[in-house]
């Protein structure tokens, strides 16, 4: 006879690893160009101005700014009306928008042949 009880094999003693999803900036905070805002699972919140939207739907930075969320009416495919969060990036400098938007170039007049 056995003296120990036969021990029953665990199915569920593994864990991921935490994935650290959740809003990284909040509004009125500083953003650089190419900083992560937030971070979840489908679009749950949608991208504004300024901000771009990765393969893994985390929302990022464009340019540099400041962070406002807000909400927009979007209309499902059912035809329900819902209200969406929606995120962006004011850029401060009116100047600075300006300024990075590329001058218009002269057209280049090309030199005609001599007869």
């Given at each position: 006879m056995a003296h120990r009880k036969?021990?029953?094999s665990a199915k569920n003693l593994t864990d991921s690893k935490p994935k650290y999803l959740g809003t990284k900036?909040?509004?009125g905070e500083k953003a650089q160009a190419g900083s992560v805002i937030v971070?979840?699972?489908g679009t749950v919140i949608l991208p504004g101005k300024n901000v771009?939207?990765?393969r893994d739907h985390t929302i990022y930075a464009l340019k540099d700014g400041i962070?406002?969320?807000?909400t927009k009416r979007k209309t499902n495919f059912n035809g329900k009306i819902a209200e969406k969060k929606i995120v962006h990036?004011?850029?401060k400098d009116a100047k600075a928008a300006?300024?990075?938007k590329p001058a218009k170039k002269a057209p280049v007049k090309k030199p005609t042949k001599a007869k």
């Open positions: 036969a021990g029953g900036l909040y509004a971070r979840q699972r771009g939207l990765g962070v406002k969320f807000g990036v004011i850029i300006k300024a990075e």
